[in-house]
């Protein structure tokens, strides 16, 4: 069974960073996209950043909210995919998850995030953003 996990989140202050990490394990990234996604309280979930499944000279998309602040990478040797946080703030608060769906099944990083095209998810990580 696929599994993709979580790790990095916590609590932060305001200004602050955090670097999630999203592992697969009984599968490979490799012709995979990968997407960070995040849930607030009484909010629908929204895509944050993707990744197109190539390593070298990846796409990548991010929502306007954290253009800036937010890098998307990954390292398909170690199987990991990386969203790096800075300039974190309070509206950031959330469960954040990590997907994934094969590269044949999306036509680019920016519809897998805007229509929530996945396959495989994770159990969540939350981050918090407070003073």
């Known amino acids: 069974q696929v599994q993709l996990v979580e790790s990095g989140g916590g609590l932060v202050q305001p200004g602050g960073s955090l670097r999630l990490a999203c592992t697969a394990s009984?599968?490979?990234?490799?012709?995979?996209?990968v997407g960070w996604f995040r849930q607030a309280p009484g909010k629908e979930r929204e895509g944050v950043s993707c990744i197109s499944d190539r390593e070298e000279t990846p796409y990548r998309y991010y929502t306007d909210s954290v253009k800036g602040r937010f890098t998307i990478s990954r390292d398909n040797f170690r199987n990991t995919v990386y969203l790096q946080m800075n300039s974190l703030k309070p509206e950031d608060t959330a469960v954040y998850y990590c997907?994934?769906?094969?590269?044949?099944?999306?036509?680019?990083?920016?519809?897998?995030?805007?229509?929530?095209?996945?396959?495989?998810w994770g159990q969540g990580t939350q981050v918090t953003v407070s003073s």
């Open positions: 009984r599968f490979t990234f490799d012709y995979h996209a």
């Open positions: 997907a994934a769906v094969p590269r044949p099944k999306i036509t680019t990083v920016q519809a897998m995030c805007v229509l929530n095209v996945t396959d495989y």
